[in-house]
Structures are given as structure tokens and as C-alpha cells.
């Protein structure tokens, strides 16, 4: 070879090993500077695809689907020692909080409290710390995406010396939008109505997104309330991914309307109590060195206000109750589209909110590697306090099983956070009961789920479980009061001894045999949303179905007012018996089949307290006045979880919608101005069933022909008095003068009527989560008060002085028969963000049940 050929290999070889090595930016990808435009999620995507194919320091996953297909990603950026033995660092962080190294593990799994399939001795802590970005969860908060594409290359460039110094001793998790739904949402609107150019004046309509908005996903929900109740699909899908790896530092990047400075770290208060001395100092450490490139940029910032951490289902507080370092980080850009002038006449860009979270990334990648020892010791000693002393006063709860659908439906949760659990306990116990609010004597059934605190997920459970929040500050941005046995009206007991599971599954978790013999009918007991999902596939399929008014008793067995019948009587098809009966087994109900009509006790089946259930055509408002979250919930629950078809109307189309097409409208929360009241009472008289909930019932007051009326305060000449002399408000404690009207989610105890239709299948006690201290005046003698509460009705959360006062004595659910027709009034959110489980049976009567 000669002399000049050999130069030009060499020189060839040099120059395709730079190439090779060379990584495209985001500019160079995308074809234009980050900033310049918002990037749709699926280049986003590609973008995340090429950087896993192209760097070897990168792992990519899609971790699921969005409700319209969108992925959901994850990557994973380690050093060239550490991205080979993703799996072997996840099993060993896994074995540091003592939760062994198998994904996805069940329930209980040993017979020792906390123990698990490996034990945490031989975990080494000489582990990476783990490192998680999360960007994007409010889909019209779409900077911090951008963002996550600068912060993957700056991650994996080559040249970038530093960034190779962090990922030896962590390894950084980047989900770079957790709502992708919601940001296409906001993208195509804002796309669809900007100019040539962007305009910065805040009156221009791209600064004003139309109803819902891109906040939340596509049914609706904040996807930001939902960590610790994963009813969404995107949660499930994120938070079975995070289980399985239990980060040290997590960071949920969001924005706030664009007037705000950017917020980051130590948190305001209140703090929840199980927070400990380290996750609360390293809150300040973190935000210290935030604030330390802020100040050399001379950006504004502010801290320990306003984003407090207490409601366990964020992104911050989340993380922070699984042993993590959790945070929020706040950039001002809500309807900033590209470009704003904010209120103190600056311009604020889209490229500069993507240097702040981009600045703040770093900053924290920084940070979690210039401490990552003392982060994974304090992890360890997090899960190590969580299994020998767990806090809280109780170390056993037992949850009485009087409806196994409700327990199964606990367990779900339990089972998706981690939280281990059992059932049975030998003997007699001793505890506080959560109904009476006393300490109480309990004999356990070998059916009734425990659940022992020594575990590794004590503290969640203690959060979760907790009879009562203790609220240091009042002044709190979400709801005070979320314990899960009110939640989902289960009786339950915490016990202050610590107790073990007897099994580690129910006595007798048998599969229902499907009845063989031909059957005058069958009966199903209705006490679960399960009960409704199988009824409204049976209405789906053309199957009459039937209730019973009054309890009954035949075949040797008691059911109670509500209980379903299917007749074959006026279904006459010859797959009746078929269609019933697999309908009941694919959703495990267990039909009791009768001979006969003629019931041992009460009324036989052609009484005319049996009631035949109209298939209901289902309108749900929607549009422009309505609370796009409540109303999602209802659609949410139509669609996903009983699989019965609801229309959508726009309010602003209903003076044109047929109404004579619908059997049921339902009204969510909202402000519905002009509220066809009159046109709406017609239709009630004639046989249709009106849903008003929340605000939506405060539309009917003082409207002719219905009863509905406010509980006006009780005044005498004291009170006056009282007012008079009420000292003057200082200008500087008025925003704590304003709590004492307060009510920022309180559970009080309503007497229910479960005689009525509305509240078949639940107790007499029922627990009602109140966002308001909206509460109205018992309806007459001719309407039915169906749940009412006293002065002792207050349960658990923060309710301001003036509010509690004011919520005694009054009505929260009530009927009023009008013609054919009924009013429904629910003056709470029975089916509150799909968590409050208790309220989804009682819903589902106003629907189903209600005027039959």
C-alpha cells in the first residue's frame, strides 16, 4: 500500500469514528431551535427513538398507551459501566428498600412483617442513585417537554465532560411527557390559531384555550392527582414502571400562569408528618443550588410558598412517601403560547421557560450526584425505620369483608402500590373503629382483610390509612382528609399491637359455579360497582331486568331492597339462560337461581314492588360553564368502568337536542348560565330524570316548581352583636381569614335512607367527601331527604370555623318527585376523582335505580 493511500485511509477511519460518535442536537433533528415552535409529541418520540439507537449510554421502554394511542417512554441514561447492568442496579435499589427483586410482587409474601423474597442485608449501598425527570404532566404545560429533549442530549453528547462525570455515579430516568393526550390537545388548538408570527399581547385569542383545555388527559382527569390512585391508564402504566425501580430523587416539572415567577424547592408548608429530618433538608439543599445559576442569570424565583406537600397523590408527595426526595418544579407559562407580555410588561418566551426547567435539571442531576451516598444511605435507612418501627399509631388494620367486590377493589390498590397484606386473624382484638370513632372490641372473620405495618411501604400505608391528617398549616392546595376505609365504606379497626395475617388469601376464594338447572329466574344481591357493570351489560344485550323495592327472602336465602331479578318471564329468547349466565360468570357474579316466583318471605315477583328497569338513554352535559373534571368523571364511569353508553351534549346545544330522546340528564359541577329551567321541568314531568350535582344544584334555587333551598344561617341578636364587635381584619392575615370559610376536602358522615332507591346496596352510614360548604334546606313532605347530616357529622380534614358551623343539620341528597319525572339532588361528588369508591354504587342508583 502505498504511502498517500494509507494516509487517506487513516485519515477516512479517523474521520468515520467522528462521525459515528457524532449525536444530532435537538436543533439539528428537528430542523429548528427549541423554542421556535411547539414540537408535536410524536417527533418528541423519534426524537427519544434515535438518541436510544444512536447512543450506547441509552435504554429506551415504552411503558404503555395513552386512551388515544399514544406511547408512553421512559429512558434510561447510565455511564459505559453502569447502562450493561440496568437490571442488576434496579434488583439491588429494590433490595435496599427490602422489597426483593421481583417485579410485580404479590401481596404477602412471607409470614414475617416486611419480609420479602431477599432479604435487605444483602443489598450493597454502593449502588448509583437513581435520578427521575419527569416532564409534562398537564398537557398545556408543554415547556418542560421541549426541555426533556435538551436534557438527553446534554446527557449523552459526547463532548459534554461533565454530564460524563454525573452518570458515574447515577443514572438518570427522563419521561419526557407523562399526558401526551393533553399536550396535543393544547398544541393543535394553539397551532390552529396563531399568526405568521406569535403575538405577545395577552388579549390575543392563542392565549385563551377553549373548553377543556390541554390540562388533562382524554377523559378528563389531572393526571397529577391521580399517583397513589392510579385510575387512569397512563398512571397504571407509570407507576408500575416506578414501583419497580423506587428512585432516590424524583422531580415533576410543571408550569403556573405566566405572571409567576419559577418556583422549585423546600416546599411550603403543610408538611405531612411522616416526612422525615432528611427529605425535608434536602428539599433546601436542592433548592440552594438552584438558586445559586438562577441568581447568576438574575432570573426571579420563590420558594416555600404556595406548593405545600400533604395530599399523597402528586408527583411530589408520591415519591416523597415511597423514600424518595420528591419535588415540584414551577416555571410561569400557562397560555404563554410562544411568546407573552406578563404584567410587569416583560416578554416571556417560550425558549426562556425552556432555559429555566432546563437549568433546573441539571442543576439537579448535579446535585443528586454530588450526594449520592448520603442519598442511598438515607433510602435504605427510610425503608429500614419503614419495616422495624413503621409510624403512626396503628401497626394492624383490619378491614371487615361485608362486601367482597369493595375488598378486592382495596386489594387492587394495595397490590399496584406495593403495600403488602393478608387475611384472618386468630381472636378477639381490640381497636379504634373507624365508624364509631371509639375504641372497640372485634372478632375478625378469616375473610377480612389485614394488613400489618411492618412492612416497607409502611409510611404509604400510614398516609393512606390514617383515620385522621394532621394539618400543621390549614392554608393547603388540595384536599385534607382521603382515608381509605371512608373512601370505600368499609368497616375497619387499627389495632395498636402488631398482629399477622393468618393466610395470605380469603378462606374461601372460590369461583361461582354457574347455575345448571332451568330457572324461573335469578337474583343477584346489588352491593358493588361490579353489580352495575354486569346489570348494564344485560340491558346492552336486550335482557329485561328487574329490582325489588322491598328485601325479600327465597331459596333459603335474605336479599336486601335493591336486588336484582331476571325474570324469564318477558324474556322470551331462547339463549336466555345462556346469555344470563355467561354474562355472570365473565364478570364473576353469583346468580342465585329460583324455581319459582313465590318467595318464602315478602313479596312475590309480580308485586308491584318490583320495578322493571327501563334501559335509561343517558345525557351528559358538557361544554363551555361545565367543570371539564367532574364531567369526565361521568364519563370516565360510563365508558370505562361499567361499559354503559352516555351521550355528550354541549350545554350550548341543548335548547336543539331532542329531550324526548333521553331518559336521564345529568348535570355536573358547574356554572350554567340561562339554565333552561322551565324547558327542563317539562321534561321532568313527563317521565325524564335530572342529575344535578354540586353547583349544578344551586342552579335550581329559587327556580318555580322545584324545592331545592338554601340553608340560610341561623342569626339572632347575638350573632349581630357578635359581628359588630368582630375586631377588624388585618390587611396581612386576610388570606388566613379566608380559611375560616374553608372547606379544602373534609369527610363528614350523612344518615342515609337506604330504604330509597338512591341508596340500595349501602349502609345507613355514609361518608361523603365535601369541597364545599354548600349544604340546603330538608326538602318537604312530599320529596324524599335521602341523606341528611348533623351537628356531629364532621369526620376527618380541615374545615374552616365559619364552614363547620354552617354544615350541621341539613340536606346533601335528596329526591323530589315532579310529575312522572324526579330531581336528584347530589350535593357532593359521589364519584370524586374515581377514587371514592363508596359513591360509585350510590351514583349509579340516581342512574339506574331512581323512578324505575
Request: aromatic share 12%; glycine share 8%.
Amino acid at each position: 500500500m502505498s504511502k498517500k493511500l494509507l494516509l487517506f485511509v487513516c485519515f477516512f477511519a479517523i474521520n468515520l469514528a467522528a462521525f459515528a460518535q457524532e449525536i444530532r442536537s435537538p436543533e439539528k433533528f428537528l430542523g429548528y431551535k427549541l423554542g421556535e415552535q411547539f414540537t408535536p409529541h410524536s417527533r418528541i418520540v423519534e426524537y427519544f427513538r434515535y438518541i436510544a439507537q444512536t447512543s450506547k449510554n441509552v435504554q429506551l421502554v415504552q411503558y404503555g398507551t395513552t386512551n388515544e394511542g399514544r406511547p408512553l417512554i421512559a429512558v434510561f441514561i447510565a455511564s459505559d459501566e453502569n447502562i450493561g447492568r440496568l437490571e442488576e442496579i434496579r434488583e439491588n435499589n429494590l433490595r435496599l428498600a427490602g422489597l426483593g427483586a421481583v417485579a410485580g410482587l404479590s401481596s404477602s409474601s412471607s409470614d414475617k412483617p416486611g419480609a420479602t423474597l431477599t432479604a435487605s442485608a444483602t443489598a450493597t449501598q454502593s449502588n448509583p442513585v437513581i435520578c427521575w425527570l419527569s416532564y409534562n404532566v398537564h398537557g398545556n404545560e408543554p415547556a418542560s417537554s421541549e426541555t426533556a429533549m435538551q436534557v438527553l442530549y446534554d446527557l449523552v453528547d459526547p463532548s459534554n465532560q461533565q454530564t460524563k462525570v454525573w452518570l458515574k455515579n447515577t443514572i438518570v430516568v427522563i419521561d419526557p411527557c407523562l399526558n401526551p393526550d393533553g399536550r396535543e390537545r393544547y398544541i393543535n388548538f394553539y397551532n390552529s390559531v396563531r399568526g405568521a408570527l406569535p403575538d405577545a399581547n395577552p388579549a390575543a385569542r392563542e392565549h385563551s384555550e377553549p373548553w377543556p383545555g390541554g390540562r388533562i388527559n382524554h377523559y378528563y382527569f389531572d393526571l397529577n392527582r391521580d399517583w397513589a390512585w392510579q385510575t387512569q391508564k397512563e398512571s397504571q402504566a407509570r407507576l408500575a414502571l416506578y414501583n419497580k425501580w423506587l428512585p432516590q430523587i424524583h422531580v415533576d416539572y410543571h408550569e403556573q400562569g405566566y405572571n409567576a415567577p419559577y418556583y422549585f424547592a423546600p416546599a411550603a408548608e403543610p408538611f405531612h408528618k411522616v416526612i422525615t429530618p432528611w427529605q425535608r433538608e434536602f428539599q433546601s439543599i436542592i433548592g440552594k443550588n438552584n438558586a445559586k445559576y438562577f441568581d447568576q442569570n438574575g432570573w426571579l424565583y420563590f420558594t416555600r410558598q404556595e406548593f405545600d406537600l400533604l395530599y399523597p397523590s402528586y408527583g411530589d408527595t408520591y415519591p416523597i412517601y415511597n423514600g424518595s426526595i420528591g419535588m415540584t418544579y414551577e416555571q410561569g407559562g400557562i397560555s404563554a403560547g410562544l411568546s407573552v407580555i406578563t404584567s410587569s410588561g416583560d416578554t416571556l418566551t417560550l425558549a426562556d421557560r425552556i432555559a429555566h426547567h432546563h437549568t433546573t435539571s441539571m442543576s439537579t442531576i448535579e446535585t443528586a450526584s454530588n450526594y449520592a451516598q448520603k442519598l442511598l444511605d438515607e433510602f435504605k435507612k427510610f425503608y429500614d425505620n419503614s419495616r422495624n418501627t413503621p409510624p403512626g399509631d396503628y401497626k394492624t388494620y383490619v378491614i371487615e369483608n361485608d362486601n367482597t367486590d369493595k375488598i378486592k377493589t382495596l386489594a387492587k390498590l394495595l397490590d399496584r402500590n406495593r403495600i403488602q397484606y393478608g387475611f384472618g386473624l386468630k381472636g378477639a382484638v381490640s381497636g379504634y373503629d373507624y365508624m364509631t370513632g371509639k375504641t372497640g372490641q372485634y372478632n375478625p372473620g378469616p375473610n377480612d382483610l389485614v394488613i400489618n405495618a411492618y412492612q416497607p411501604k409502611s409510611v404509604l400505608l400510614e398516609v393512606l390509612m390514617e383515620p385522621r391528617t394532621f394539618v400543621a398549616d390549614s392554608d393547603t392546595y388540595d384536599i385534607t382528609a382521603w382515608s381509605l376505609p371512608y373512601a370505600y365504606g368499609l368497616k375497619a379497626y387499627g389495632l395498636k399491637e402488631s398482629l399477622l395475617p393468618v393466610s395470605v388469601t380469603p378462606a374461601d376464594e372460590n369461583v361461582h359455579a354457574a347455575p345448571s338447572a332451568r330457572a324461573y329466574a335469578y337474583v343477584l344481591a346489588w352491593q358493588s360497582v361490579n353489580d352495575v357493570k354486569f346489570l348494564a351489560a344485560l340491558l346492552k344485550k336486550g335482557i329485561k331486568v328487574r329490582y325489588s323495592e322491598q328485601p325479600f327472602e327465597a331459596a333459603g336465602k335474605k336479599f336486601a331492597a335493591g336486588s336484582l331479578l331476571i325474570t324469564r318471564a318477558g324474556n322470551d329468547r331462547a339463549d336466555f339462560d345462556e346469555t344470563v349466565t355467561k354474562t355472570a360468570a365473565a364478570l364473576d357474579r353469583e346468580l342465585v337461581p329460583l324455581a319459582s316466583g313465590f318467595v318464602d318471605k315478602g313479596h312475590d315477583f309480580g308485586s308491584d314492588v318490583i320495578h322493571y328497569i327501563r334501559p335509561p338513554h343517558v345525557m351528559l352535559i358538557a361544554g363551555d360553564g361545565v367543570s371539564a373534571e367532574a364531567m369526565g368523571e361521568v364519563w370516565h364511569f360510563f365508558e370505562q368502568q361499567i361499559g354503559y353508553p352516555v351521550t355528550l351534549v354541549k350545554y350550548k346545544d341543548l335548547e336543539r337536542a331532542r329531550l324526548e330522546d333521553f331518559d336521564v340528564a345529568i348535570f355536573p359541577d358547574g356554572d350554567y348560565k340561562d339554565f333552561p329551567s322551565d324547558r327542563l321541568q317539562d321534561w321532568v314531568h313527563a317521565g325524564g330524570r335530572l342529575i344535578a350535582m354540586q353547583s349544578a344544584v344551586a342552579q335550581l334555587l329559587d327556580k318555580k316548581g322545584f324545592d331545592i333551598k338554601k340553608k340560610e344561617e341561623k342569626k339572632d341578636d347575638k350573632t349581630d352583636d357578635k359581628a359588630k364587635n368582630q375586631p377588624q381584619v388585618r390587611y396581612g392575615d386576610r388570606d388566613k381569614d379566608a380559611l375560616r370559610s374553608s372547606v379544602p376536602g373534609a369527610i363528614y358522615k350523612i344518615d342515609l335512607d337506604n330504604s330509597h332507591p338512591l341508596g340500595f346496596g349501602l349502609n345507613e352510614a355514609y361518608y361523603t367527601l365535601k369541597l364545599s360548604d354548600d349544604i340546603y334546606e330538608l326538602l318537604g313532605a312530599d320529596d324524599w331527604n335521602v341523606g341528611t347530616i348533623k351537628k356531629e357529622g364532621y369526620v376527618a380534614g380541615f374545615v374552616g370555623q365559619k364552614s363547620k358551623q354552617k354544615i350541621q343539620d341539613g340536606l346533601l341528597l335528596g329526591v323530589q318527585p315532579m310529575g312522572r319525572g324526579d330531581v336528584i339532588y347530589l350535593v357532593d361528588d359521589p364519584i370524586f376523582r374515581s377514587f371514592w369508591e363508596n359513591g360509585k354504587l350510590l351514583f349509579a342508583n340516581a342512574v339506574f335505580m331512581v323512578g324505575q
